[in-house]
């Protein structure tokens, strides 16, 4: 199927979500009204590892318009949850483990009451040794900071006797001793990334009610409803049903917003207050209390030959976890693993080590664990091809698994076209033509990196009505998080019934109409999300047909759907399908899930970045950043290309800009002011290459994914660029001024 002849694939379709959000009538959970809310606020701790002696809420207690003051010692003992590994109490049990963790909570008739309530609660701490750094946590004699975390639900691994590193995961493949002794050169190197923030415009916020049968209702931004039920009802013993997740806008999530947060604590207080409860996020508390991606230290150590071959791969990941585990969902970043590369190599190994420590706990952000993994091995990759005196694209070039060939962690892929997409991006953006004339102060770098990303699985479902008036509506469980998931839906079922695209309605539904939904994230939904719609038309389609053979006698076999048609291909008969539901008293109705554990295809994404380096002060400039992507059949062009633009530039803030500043375990960057984004004024120039839909996919279209992977190499294309211009080498992102020029000065 061609472009050409689609009624709404590759189309550029307006975003269904668009009207609303322009003109100010997107409901986002801040804009939910309810009659009878009240407002909440949290008292945190200044300490990141203390003892909680007593807390004195009475004067709280006693202010006018207070309705209930709330405590760890007003909940039941060990009430804790997580995306998988349960250790998140709901509010401070007799330890804080880091500065900002809640420990007491205040519901008052306003905002403004409930914030002079907190002022009054008086918490007598004993503070108690931290480790701030995964290195203090796993020295010799460092505080175990969860004691009981031999007992904690969802470990990957069942630990023996209580410890910091709370997971170890690895993956390898081969002989890596044998393949270290066959190597001529050994490469090794350390790099580090920070701590970065989601930085989406709407912070944490939510509304809970607990109603007169016991049924809470939720209002909070979350991509994954039906998992945040499951933790909570898990947490809290109450039975899934029992709990109703609304569905809102989210504005923003970048992997931050699939946790339940403060949703646990929102049922506690309503129940106390016997009110609905509001809670609202400043962001000062996101940034010291969200879910930030994880700051990472990795070790990478290759053999190679001389002539390019890769002989072995190791790769030591260490994460700083933060106080708690439960913000990720499968408890280590699936990601990290893309340190193994898509290259060829018989022995290789990548561990990563999840480490307790008493700062913020870290959770998922856009794909989480890639760029930190891609940081370093595309980095490592570039120094390697240097060491043995190798072009870096040609190395990779040669090194680039084919079709059916396993990469360096044994994983095999079919229409595998790296070669392809990396001499696009080389070919686009000037990389073998000549630099800029350098300056005595000013000097150039073309670099280039490559990731690579294969469509996520998990589990997706879709309703298909089929309704009297000819149109079509679209039950789903996908709370728009901003990417245009219900877009690329309502495409999906108006090509599939060969309608137009206003003749399909979206209604996003709250959780209880499927049984379970793994939500948006892990680029699945543009392939789960329309095998599960396409699958559910298919279902409808075929009510339709049973229909026909009962009310006039039709032979199902020989009926098809083409558009607004029922069509009898034996007789060439029609008529209008919607007159055949007419004549029934409800729509016809097709329902339909998918799930999927991964696919065996894979795309590709190859960046060149193009810098300037005053090498007076050490400022770098992105000049330009050329993008090339293989991404299968592109559903929407529009929100396709917003994908990759704004992947990329979050790729180039990570890289230049971003870092959640930690001091002896206490964030200090709590405003933009402090806290460095991309603004236009530091977008560079921006080019995007797209191979084209040739490439097979997966799903009834031929898709793979784009969501996460635009912003994976991004950092190390700029750290190899700028080794390119001045030849230092910057190992600990943010690749800022000062780190440059202290480099060139020590080169000196």
Not at 32 to 56: C, E, F, G, M, Q
Not at 190 to 218: A, K, M, R
């Amino acid at each position: 199927m061609t472009t050409e002849n689609s009624v709404a694939i590759g189309k550029p379709i307006r975003r269904v979500d668009g009207p609303e959000k322009v003109t100010g009538d997107a409901a986002y959970a801040a804009d939910i009204k309810h009659a009878n809310a009240v407002w909440a606020k949290t008292l945190r701790s200044p300490y990141p590892h203390a003892r909680i002696r007593s807390i004195d809420t009475s004067a709280a207690k006693a202010l006018p318009g207070v309705h209930a003051v709330v405590t760890g010692d007003d909940l039941p003992p060990n009430t804790l949850w997580g995306r998988r590994v349960g250790d998140v109490p709901v509010l401070a049990q007799g330890v804080v483990r880091f500065a900002g963790e809640q420990v007491a909570a205040v519901v008052a008739d306003d905002e403004e009451i409930a914030q002079r309530a907190i002022e009054l609660i008086v918490v007598d701490y004993e503070e108690l040794s931290a480790a701030v750094t995964p290195e203090e946590a796993m020295a010799p004699g460092a505080p175990i900071l969860h004691p009981d975390v031999t007992g904690y639900k969802g470990l990957i691994h069942p630990l023996e006797e209580p410890t910091n590193v709370v997971i170890v995961q690895e993956q390898a493949k081969g002989d890596l001793e044998a393949g270290f002794k066959e190597a001529e050169v050994v490469v090794e190197h350390v790099y580090t990334t920070p701590t970065q923030h989601q930085v989406y415009i709407e912070p944490h916020n939510q509304l809970v009610w607990v109603d007169g049968s016991d049924v809470t209702h939720i209002w909070a931004p979350g991509k994954a409803p039906y998992s945040a039920r499951g933790q909570v009802s898990a947490a809290l013993g109450i039975p899934s049903e029992k709990l109703v997740f609304h569905p809102v806008m989210i504005g923003g999530d970048f992997g931050g917003k699939g946790s339940p947060m403060n949703v646990p604590l929102g049922h506690f207080l309503s129940k106390a207050a016997g009110r609905a409860v509001r809670m609202v996020y400043d962001y000062s508390e996101e940034f010291m209390a969200g879910n930030p991606r994880h700051a990472s230290k990795m070790t990478v150590r290759t053999g190679v030959k001389r002539d390019g071959t890769i002989t072995a791969h190791d790769v030591e990941i260490i994460f700083d976890s933060g106080a708690y585990a439960g913000f990720k969902p499968a408890g280590i970043l699936g990601g990290a693993f893309g340190a193994g590369g898509p290259y060829r190599c018989a022995n290789a190994r990548v561990v990563q080590k999840m480490v307790y420590t008493n700062n913020v706990p870290a959770g998922h952000m856009r794909g989480p664990g890639e760029p930190q993994g891609l940081f370093a091995l595309e980095s490592q990759v570039d120094e390697i091809a240097h060491a043995i005196g190798m072009d870096p694209v040609e190395f990779r070039l040669m090194n680039f698994v084919g079709d059916g060939e396993p990469t360096a962690l044994g994983h095999t892929f079919v229409e595998n076209r790296s070669g392809e997409t990396l001499r696009a991006a080389v070919a686009e953006s000037g990389y073998r033509s000549p630099k800029p004339q350098a300056s005595a102060r000013v000097k150039y770098g073309r670099a280039v990196a490559v990731g690579e990303r294969a469509p996520g699985g998990g589990l997706n479902n879709a309703q298909i009505s089929l309704n009297a008036d000819g149109t079509v509506s679209v039950q789903t469980p996908l709370f728009d998080q901003g990417a245009g998931a219900t877009t690329v839906t309502q495409q999906v079922v108006a090509e599939t019934m060969g309608l137009p695209v206003d003749m399909v309605r979206i209604e996003v539904h709250a959780t209880g109409l499927f049984g379970n939904d793994s939500g948006i994230g892990g680029s699945r939904v543009t392939n789960l999300g329309s095998i599960a719609a396409d699958n559910a038309v298919k279902e409808a389609q075929s009510e339709v047909f049973k229909l026909a053979a009962e009310l006039q006698n039709w032979p199902e076999e020989q009926l098809v759907i083409q558009g607004d048609k029922l069509i009898r291909t034996d007789t060439g008969e029609s008529q209008p399908w919607h007159e055949l539901v007419a004549r029934t008293s409800q729509p016809v109705i097709g329902r339909a899930e998918a799930s999927a554990r991964g696919a065996d295809v894979t795309g590709y994404t190859a960046q060149v970045a193009e810098v300037a380096v005053d090498t007076e002060t050490g400022q770098v400039t992105l000049l330009k950043l050329t993008s090339a992507h293989d991404t299968g059949r592109i559903v929407n062009p529009i929100g396709h290309q917003g994908q990759i633009n704004g992947g990329a530039m979050m790729g180039v803030g990570y890289g230049m800009l971003e870092e959640l500043v930690r001091e002896d375990g206490h964030v200090s960057t709590l405003s933009f002011a402090d806290y460095k984004v991309l603004c236009m004024a530091d977008i560079p120039e921006f080019r995007t290459v797209i191979l084209g839909t040739e490439g097979k996919g997966v799903g009834p279209y031929g898709i793979k994914s784009i969501g996460e992977s635009p912003n994976a190499p991004t950092a190390a294309a700029i750290a190899n660029a700028v080794e390119d211009a001045v030849g230092i080498r910057i190992r600990d992102l943010p690749v800022t001024a000062q780190k440059v020029y202290e480099a060139l000065q020590a080169a000196k």
